[in-house]
């Protein structure tokens, strides 16, 4: 956020902070949320680079393909394991993970 937009938000009483802040989360928890968010962002990036539909993946997953959206969304319904296991299937190694 620019300097001088946040001078005049705090000028009016707001408080400006981070999302973390706001949420009130742990360091391992706003850890966690970004490890999915990246996660996420990975999966979809590999599916449309081979490119798979939502629907292809969820069939080569078992799965649906309105859960390979919620998952390319990083909803928190979609569990971290099942976000690898799409990862896995699309071609990433266990080195991979680590980079994120």
Do not use: C
């Not at 000028?11 to 981070?18: C, E, I, K, M």
């Amino acid at each position: 956020m620019e300097k001088r937009k946040k001078w005049q938000l705090e000028a009016a009483g707001w408080t400006v902070g981070s999302p973390q802040d706001f949420l009130g989360l742990s360091e391992s928890e706003a850890e966690f949320i970004e490890f999915k968010l990246a996660l996420a962002r990975k999966v979809k990036e590999m599916r449309l680079r081979k490119g798979l539909s939502q629907s292809g993946l969820a069939k080569a997953m078992g799965s649906s393909q309105s859960r390979i959206a919620k998952l390319e969304a990083a909803d928190a319904s979609v569990s971290a394991d099942l976000m690898l296991k799409s990862y896995f299937i699309l071609g990433a190694k266990r080195g991979d993970v680590l980079g994120l």
